[in-house]
């Protein structure tokens, strides 16, 4: 059995669907299918079963579940004590101005266990770029939320927030269980600057062109809310000042949380790093 081919096998077992798997891998659902199926006629058995609506695991399937993460594990300690032989292992993560996210902590305990010999450097980047240097080759891998161009991007999504619009606590619609955008009509919204992503921007102004103060960070978007009755949005669930409050959008696609890399970086860690984040975040 390669390598490579447990990995299908277990992207598969997690995502119980063929073309979801296809998707995670970065490939097309035919020769996922073909490497499944020569799989099984290697262990002699059956590992799904298939219906329309997706896929289960036989019990040989479970089996081998427990042993491929366990194979798959080992070979990634392997590369990593080579790594580290060969020099202290180095990987860079930009983290999109959201430190107050309980999942980051939580995952970066995950990594730090799974690899404490590797130099974890993190480049906290401001809002203007969503994939946090990635493109320039600022960093390896980066924590941030979608959408944005992922031309020529892998992604991977973690989590998905509702978005609420942020607003004085004294502002009429701050009263209300929820809003739709229509509710925001007319009122000013904060930019990004100009060369920010299109599509980060257009989400962020909830799809429609806006007016109103330019900011970078997040705290700059607390200010104008608050010094300027500017809307903003945010995912729910962040603490916010005391004189602000979030009102759940009952119209906003929700925000989600991804990992991104360059789309054919080969470095290990990078994988590991996606994996455990995913786990990570499923459990949350």
């Known amino acids: 059995m390669e390598l490579r081919t447990l990995r299908y096998f277990v992207a598969v077992a997690e995502e119980l669907h063929f073309g979801r798997a296809a998707t995670r891998?970065?490939?097309?659902?035919?020769?996922?299918?073909?490497?499944?199926?020569?799989l099984e006629?290697?262990?002699?058995?059956?590992?799904?079963?298939r219906s329309p609506a997706g896929v289960t695991l036989t019990p040989v399937g479970?089996?081998?579940?427990?042993?491929?993460?366990?194979?798959l594990g080992r070979a990634e300690r392997a590369r990593m004590r080579v790594a580290a032989a060969a020099g202290t292992a180095t990987l860079t993560i930009g983290i999109l101005g959201d430190g107050t996210d309980p999942g980051t902590t939580r995952l970066a305990a995950a990594f730090r266990r799974s690899h404490p010999g590797v130099d974890i450097r993190v480049r906290d980047t401001d809002l203007t770029d969503p994939t946090c240097?990635?493109?320039?080759?600022?960093?390896d891998v980066a924590l941030t939320r979608a959408p944005f161009d992922d031309t020529a991007l892998a992604v991977r999504e973690l989590r998905a927030d509702p978005v609420g619009a942020v607003l004085r606590a004294d502002d009429p619609l701050?009263?209300?269980?929820?809003?739709?955008?229509?509710?925001?009509?007319?009122?000013r919204w904060f930019q990004f600057p100009p060369g920010t992503d299109p599509l980060w921007q257009s989400y962020w102004n909830g799809g429609?062109?806006?007016?109103?103060?330019?900011?970078?960070?997040?705290q700059e978007c607390l200010q104008a809310v608050l010094w300027n009755s500017t809307v903003?949005?945010?995912?729910?669930?962040?603490?916010l000042p005391e004189n602000l409050a979030a009102v759940p959008l009952a119209d906003m696609a929700p925000s989600r949380v991804v990992a991104v890399w360059n789309d054919g970086d080969t470095n290990p860690l990078i994988r590991s790093f996606t994996e455990i984040a995913t786990a990570t975040y499923r459990r949350a």
């Open 25 to 38: 891998l970065h490939m097309s659902q035919p020769p996922l299918s073909r490497a499944i199926k020569q």
């Open 232 to 239: 903003g949005l945010a995912p729910l669930g962040h603490d």
């Open 41 to 49: 006629k290697e262990t002699g058995a059956p590992l799904f079963t």
């Open 62 to 71: 479970s089996v081998l579940l427990d042993e491929a993460r366990a194979l």
């Open 174 to 187: 701050a009263r209300r269980d929820h809003l739709e955008l229509a509710d925001l009509a007319g009122r």
């Open 208 to 218: 429609t062109p806006r007016e109103g103060p330019v900011v970078r960070v997040v």
């Open 133 to 139: 240097g990635l493109r320039t080759g600022l960093v």
